[in-house]
């Protein structure tokens, strides 16, 4: 058991600073060496089966292999044009691999539900391939008992027109990492990477991004929004990498967070690494407190001060969803969001 | 209705004295003028009957409906009727305005024990308003205040004051950022609202609002104190003899 703590990375490695998973982990941890069982729903037409899937290179990648020899892989067909999405459920605990191939010209929504267990761990091993023109619209809602480790790494390759729209939604836990590796392996690759995390207690949660452009034409807008309160931690890595023929690139990178009490943490590192030189690339990162003046000025109007704090909250956060096609889950994300809201003090 | 009484209050952690004893009575049904120079305190009354924080009542007391207006919370004399038009209205990010001014109303009445209205009721109501005011339907469905001229946002205070109903209103420099329609349009809204239940504080600048909201007293504010008073009249009289003799 010891061996698989070893295997964790710490907060000495750059990229795993300020979330020290090997800090976190203990022997009592259940599903350290266990294998997830997750629960699939998939609409007509799409079947999984068990693979070698794909190969990883990451210490979390490594781990999961240890345990899972096999992944489960989900292909899509091309120009498949689903009417219901794949849902992910039950990623209570323990490892799991992942592989799906979204075939050229198919489009695939991905909802993926991230519920675990008292003083669980879970280690999600996620890799996706959009071919030549897919499209995916990737949900990601993840709401942990406040003691729950959790990481879940994605690798998306996008081939020449494919497209990526993904939300995420994180509650934190005792450690939460929800980690995106996106690579541009063609021409004009589109991606809408968005997330929002609302944390109290002493939850952490660490939304990381990699966005590594090869091609050129690309358009990628980051938008990733934060609130904290009481000692939580929000950690946000977010990196564009932009290599010498990735000419013509447009990338946009924003993080937000609101800090609602002086022992809350935000933890914020905006990346650019860019080769190429005629490119568009930004990043912006603020941390504020709610605006003082607006609050008066809603509390005159008769909204009592605890329900216009949640209501500025709710607006701030949920901008982040307002791209999100499928209505009914934006609705569901935006009342999770009011819930927890309204149960802030 | 409204009773000051040797009202002070101060600023900056209570250091900087604005409010300097001022005493004023406004009866039920009545509309009274505030005029004053600048740095007079006529904002900072408008903010200490409200209850905004970082205005310190030192001395004195504000007795409204037989109430403490002092010992309330913001929200408390909100939903007791008491209604400010801002001079620089708020803008409210991602909150649409329906959605904003429906949790006003809500929230006053379940404060107040009534029903809340319902969402045909609301909206019936807020449509009738807007038409009233000259506000296309778009607007309201935009985030409160965000974007909108100087005009329009003091078109939709007035808005909010037609859909709340207030039993008083403070209204401090409603008229600046306004063009003459917009005046009388604004100026028709609250003339709606006039009552014998009703009363108003208007605080002004210039006597030019005065034309069309006819006030029934007109006080001058001048370092902190009422310094003169008199009938809508003197308000013409002010405009052209200033405030300079009523200085310390």
């Known amino acids: ?345 | 209705m409204l009773k000051i009484n040797d009202l002070t209050v101060a600023v900056n952690d209570g250091e900087t004295e604005i409010l300097k004893g001022l005493t004023l009575e406004i009866p039920a049904g009545e509309v009274h003028a505030i005029m004053g120079p600048n740095g007079a305190g006529k904002s900072t009354l408008s903010y200490a009957l409200t209850g905004r924080d970082g205005y310190d009542i030192s001395g004195g007391s504000i007795d409204y409906l037989g109430n403490d207006l002092t010992e309330m919370e913001p929200e408390e004399r909100a939903a007791a009727g008491l209604f400010l038009s801002f001079q620089y209205p708020l803008e409210i990010p991602g909150v649409p305005t329906m959605t904003f001014l429906k949790t006003a109303l809500n929230a006053q009445r379940k404060a107040r024990g009534e029903d809340e209205l319902t969402a045909p009721e609301f909206l019936k109501k807020a449509r009738a308003i807007a038409a009233d005011l000259k506000i296309k339907p778009d607007m309201l469905k935009r985030p409160l205040n965000v974007g909108f001229s100087g005009g329009e946002k003091k078109r939709m205070e007035i808005f909010q004051m037609l859909m709340l109903e207030p039993k008083f209103l403070v209204m401090d420099e409603t008229d600046s950022g306004l063009d003459v329609d917009a005046l009388r349009i604004v100026a028709d809204g609250v003339n709606r609202l006039r009552n014998p239940e009703r009363g108003m504080l208007v605080i002004t600048h210039y006597q030019r609002l005065l034309d069309y909201i006819v006030p029934d007293k007109v006080h001058v504010l001048v370092d902190g104190k009422i310094a003169a008073t008199g009938d809508a009249d003197f308000a013409k009289t002010l405009e052209s003899e200033g405030y300079d003799k009523y200085a310390a």
């Open chain 1, 1 to 345: 058991m010891t061996s698989v703590i070893e295997k964790l990375p710490h907060r000495r490695l750059e990229a795993w600073k300020w979330t020290d998973l090997r800090g976190q982990v203990s022997d009592a941890r259940t599903g350290l060496s266990q294998v997830m069982r997750p629960q699939f729903y998939l609409p007509d037409g799409i079947s999984i089966s068990e693979g070698e899937g794909a190969s990883s290179d990451s210490a979390m990648g490594n781990l999961a292999a240890q345990f899972c020899s096999m992944s489960w892989n989900v292909y899509v067909p091309a120009n498949t044009q689903l009417d219901a999405p794949i849902v992910l459920d039950e990623l209570t605990q323990g490892h799991m691999r992942l592989a799906i191939m979204v075939d050229k010209g198919a489009s695939l929504n991905l909802v993926e539900y991230h519920r675990g267990s008292e003083s669980g761990f879970a280690n999600l091993d996620i890799h996706i391939l959009l071919a030549e023109g897919a499209s995916l619209e990737r949900t990601i809602v993840q709401d942990d008992p406040k003691d729950m480790v959790r990481i879940s790494t994605a690798c998306i390759a996008m081939e020449t027109g494919a497209s990526l729209s993904q939300y995420a939604l994180s509650f934190g836990g005792g450690l939460t990492r929800l980690e995106t590796r996106l690579y541009g392996d063609g021409e004009g690759v589109n991606a809408r990477i968005n997330g929002a995390y609302l944390l109290e207690g002493q939850r952490h949660t660490d939304m990381t991004s990699v966005v590594h452009l090869k091609h050129p034409n690309s358009h990628i807008r980051q938008s990733v929004k934060g609130v904290v309160t009481d000692k939580a931690r929000g950690v946000f890595q977010g990196k564009f990498h932009v290599e010498r023929p990735a000419q013509f690139t447009d990338a946009e990178m924003r993080h937000d967070a609101l800090m609602l009490s002086d022992r809350a943490q935000i933890r914020s590192k905006p990346e650019l690494e860019i080769y190429a030189d005629d490119v568009a690339c930004a990043h912006g990162n603020t941390i504020g407190a709610l605006d003082e003046s607006a609050l008066f000025y809603m509390r005159q109007r008769g909204i009592p001060l605890q329900q216009a704090r949640a209501l500025l909250m709710e607006a701030f956060l949920t901008d982040v969803f307002d791209d999100l096609e499928d209505e009914a889950l934006q609705a569901s994300l935006v009342d999770k969001l009011r819930t927890r809201l309204e149960a802030l003090s």
